[in-house]
């Protein structure tokens, strides 16, 4: 299939048509934030699926049940997607959901409302080697082709959402003050119950130590991997095949040094420092 039977075009991105549509686009458009809204949001392969998991439980303190009865997609649905016109009115309060979406296309209700924003940042060369293994096993996206010619379509934004280095620009610059918090992926792969404790005390969960525990536990990657409810076993063969590779496929940092060549290294560093080097945060890794 061609590239235009696959993905559409939505203010210069490429979504693919098997989970977003022109309905589902203007759905987002018209959805209406509530104050107690949670979204996490990251550029695609940066922790999505763990957020999935864990904001449920620290909205709830701790109870399991959305985790082991309700499927990732439908507990915490994608802001964009069809699915979440199908869901919408079954989500307890407070609603988590997941975006993938840069700051400048959040719906008007978002900027009108207190909703509260979790921004998962994980090292860029990572997330490139994840989104190369995910190319091969998902049936509905485009053959990735050579690493090399993946990363030629990483750095230039000819992938799903666009540039990464975008994607992080536009939540850095926001206007949202203490309705946001950056989190990185490594962070919460280092002291995941710290990670927690973090999460707990911006979302004014005030979970006990026990809990925060407990959470931790069923949010490993051990476990997340053998829970049918977040591993994507679910979904039919033809479009995901985990026998191409697993969808949750190591969840480690620093993937990338099994991958890169020197020159392509230096290829990858040299584009993203370019484009972040008028930028006046800091990138939480080193890009060598």
């Known amino acids: ?85 199908v869901v919408v009115d079954q989500l307890p309060s407070p609603r988590a959901l997941v975006t993938h979406f840069p700051y400048h296309l959040m719906p008007p209700s978002f900027h009108a409302s207190k909703a509260k924003v979790i921004y998962v940042m994980r090292n860029p060369k990572d997330v490139m080697v994840s989104s190369y293994y995910f190319h091969q096993m998902a049936g509905f996206l485009m053959d990735p082709g050579t690493f090399d010619e993946f990363m030629a379509k990483f750095l230039e934004g000819r992938v799903l959402f666009g540039k990464w280095t975008d994607h992080v620009k536009s939540w850095r610059h926001t206007e949202l003050g203490d309705r946001i918090m950056y989190i990185t992926y490594e962070e919460m792969v280092q002291d995941l119950p710290a990670a927690l ?52 496929r190591k969840g480690v940092v620093g993937d990338w040094k099994n991958h890169f060549s020197s020159e392509q290294l230096a290829r990858f560093t040299s584009v993203i420092r370019k484009e972040m080097e008028d930028e006046s945060f800091p990138l939480p890794w080193s890009l060598d």
Request: aromatic share 8%; with cysteine; hydrophobic share 40%.
């Open 1 to 85: 299939m061609s590239s235009d039977e696959i993905c559409m075009l939505y203010h210069g991105l490429l979504l693919p048509k098997e989970t977003h549509s022109t309905e589902s686009l203007k759905f987002v458009q018209e959805y209406t934030f509530k104050d107690e809204d949670v979204v996490a949001v990251t550029y695609p392969k940066s922790g999505t699926i763990w957020m999935q998991e864990i904001l449920p439980l620290v909205l709830n303190g701790g109870d399991l049940t959305p985790i082991q009865t309700i499927p990732n997609w439908d507990r915490v649905p994608w802001l964009e997607e069809k699915r979440l016109a």
């Open 197 to 248: 404790r973090s999460l707990s005390d911006f979302l004014g969960s005030n979970l006990s130590e026990e809990v925060i525990q407990k959470i931790a536990e069923h949010c490993s990657f051990k476990t997340m991997k053998v829970n049918s409810m977040s591993n994507f076993s679910l979904v039919p063969k033809v479009l995901m095949d985990s026998d191409k590779s697993p969808f949750l």
